[in-house]
């Protein structure tokens, strides 16, 4: 009868062992699977480690935007050629980027198929396998020429006064007494015709600071020369407090501004009072009907922002509103200056740290 066949199996030594092997069989492909994904794992870590290493040098040192995508084409490519395509899990993901002014971050991961690990209870099928470097960077020290500028056709009733200053971006020196602004030099106003100013006095910028500018505002008194050295509840100061991004070389402005007499803050959220438009020539830096890109005269719009990084060689236009709600269209006084020139006094220096 079959049931005494399959009991004397049960009770025999060798259908036993045949049974434990059986139920033990995933356990140890399992097993022997971990070792195998570990070993691979840790041969691909370290592959992407390097490249990590390497890619977050060339990021770190990189001197335009440029160069540091072409950094990361590089670490792709190397990835591929060493480790596969990978394309059947998904490729390689690269990161990275400038965690602050000093530290420069590129992450690197893949997702692996297990070989056999799989097999064990909960295990997945793939893992994720990362690496990361981390660079510091002590930035390399510029000295940023003041830029020549020329000044297009002023419209406003008001006076109004344009300063070159050097604003560091130093939080040490922006919490001293002339908040890390150093320098202020005037360069240009609205007057009738305008007042020539010595520009041989502007100053150099230098480590982190970079070229600002201040606008002085004195309510309707253009027509007044008396009234140009007021500083009571009728003039307003406002300061760009630009900053260069250490990567990409893109100039942010923070505008801010007050009242001199009051010293009440003027909000420039609400109120933007400065259009910003890069040229590549100074040609280009005109009104559109003289066939350049800068806006037309027109009243009650929103201001260009500039974006893009102020390259050697080319041009910014500044154009003020010089009353916050006022008319709205920031051509009170208007300035086309050439983008700073950086000259190199030493060398960046780079270590890795992660």
């Known amino acids: 009868m079959l049931v005494p066949k399959v009991l004397r199996f049960v009770r025999c030594g060798r259908g036993n062992v045949m049974v434990t092997f059986a139920i033990t ?8 699977g971990a070792a195998i994904d570990y070993g691979n794992a840790i041969r691909i870590r370290n592959v992407e480690a ?22 990361l084409r590089l670490a792709n490519a190397q990835l591929v050629a060493r480790l ?21 971050r590129v992450s690197i991961s893949t997702r692996m198929k297990t070989a056999l690990v799989y097999l064990l209870p909960g295990m997945p099928r793939q893992i994720t396998v990362a690496a990361a470097a981390t660079v510091n ?37 922006q919490s001293q007494a002339d908040k890390g602004r ?13 007042t020539v100013y010595n520009l041989s006095s502007m100053p150099t910028c230098t480590g982190n600071e970079a070229p600002s500018y201040m606008l002085r505002n004195v309510r309707n008194a253009r027509s007044t020369p008396s009234r140009w050295s007021e500083t009571g509840s ?3 100061n406002y300061y760009t407090d630009a900053t260069i991004d250490t990567g990409t070389r893109v100039q942010s402005m923070h505008v801010t501004g007050s009242n001199m007499g009051t010293g ?24 559109q009907s003289l066939g350049g890109i800068i806006p037309n005269r027109t009243v009650n719009r929103a201001p260009a922002v500039a974006t893009g990084s102020c390259a050697e060689g080319g041009f910014m236009y500044f154009g003020w509103e010089d009353r916050p709600g006022g008319d709205r269209d920031y051509d009170d006084i208007r300035l086309v200056v050439s983008c700073p020139v950086m000259t190199l006094v030493s060398d960046k220096k780079l270590r890795i740290v992660e």
Do not use: H
Not at 25 to 32: D, H, N, Q, S, T
Not at 264 to 283: F, G, H, K, R
């Open 234 to 236: 009728d003039t307003y």
């Open 25 to 32: 069989l995933p356990v140890l492909f399992g097993a022997g």
């Open 84 to 104: 596969g395509d990978q394309s059947a899990t998904g490729g390689y993901t690269i990161t990275n980027g400038w965690i602050d002014g000093s530290n420069y």
């Open 137 to 173: 960077r002590v930035a390399p020290v510029y000295q940023t020429l003041p830029p020549t500028l020329s000044q297009l056709e002023p419209e406003a009733a008001d006076y109004n006064k344009i300063y070159f200053y050097c604003y560091s971006s130093d939080k040490t020196r």
């Open 50 to 71: 390097s490249i990590a290493d390497s890619t977050a040098l060339l990021g770190a040192n990189a001197d335009t935007p440029v160069a540091a995508i072409e950094a």
């Open 264 to 287: 009440v803050a003027v909000d420039t959220n609400t109120y933007p009072m400065l259009e910003t438009i890069l040229c590549t020539s100074a040609a280009q830096c005109t009104s």
């Open 182 to 194: 150093r320098g202020l030099t005037p360069i240009a106003d609205n007057g009738t015709p305008p």
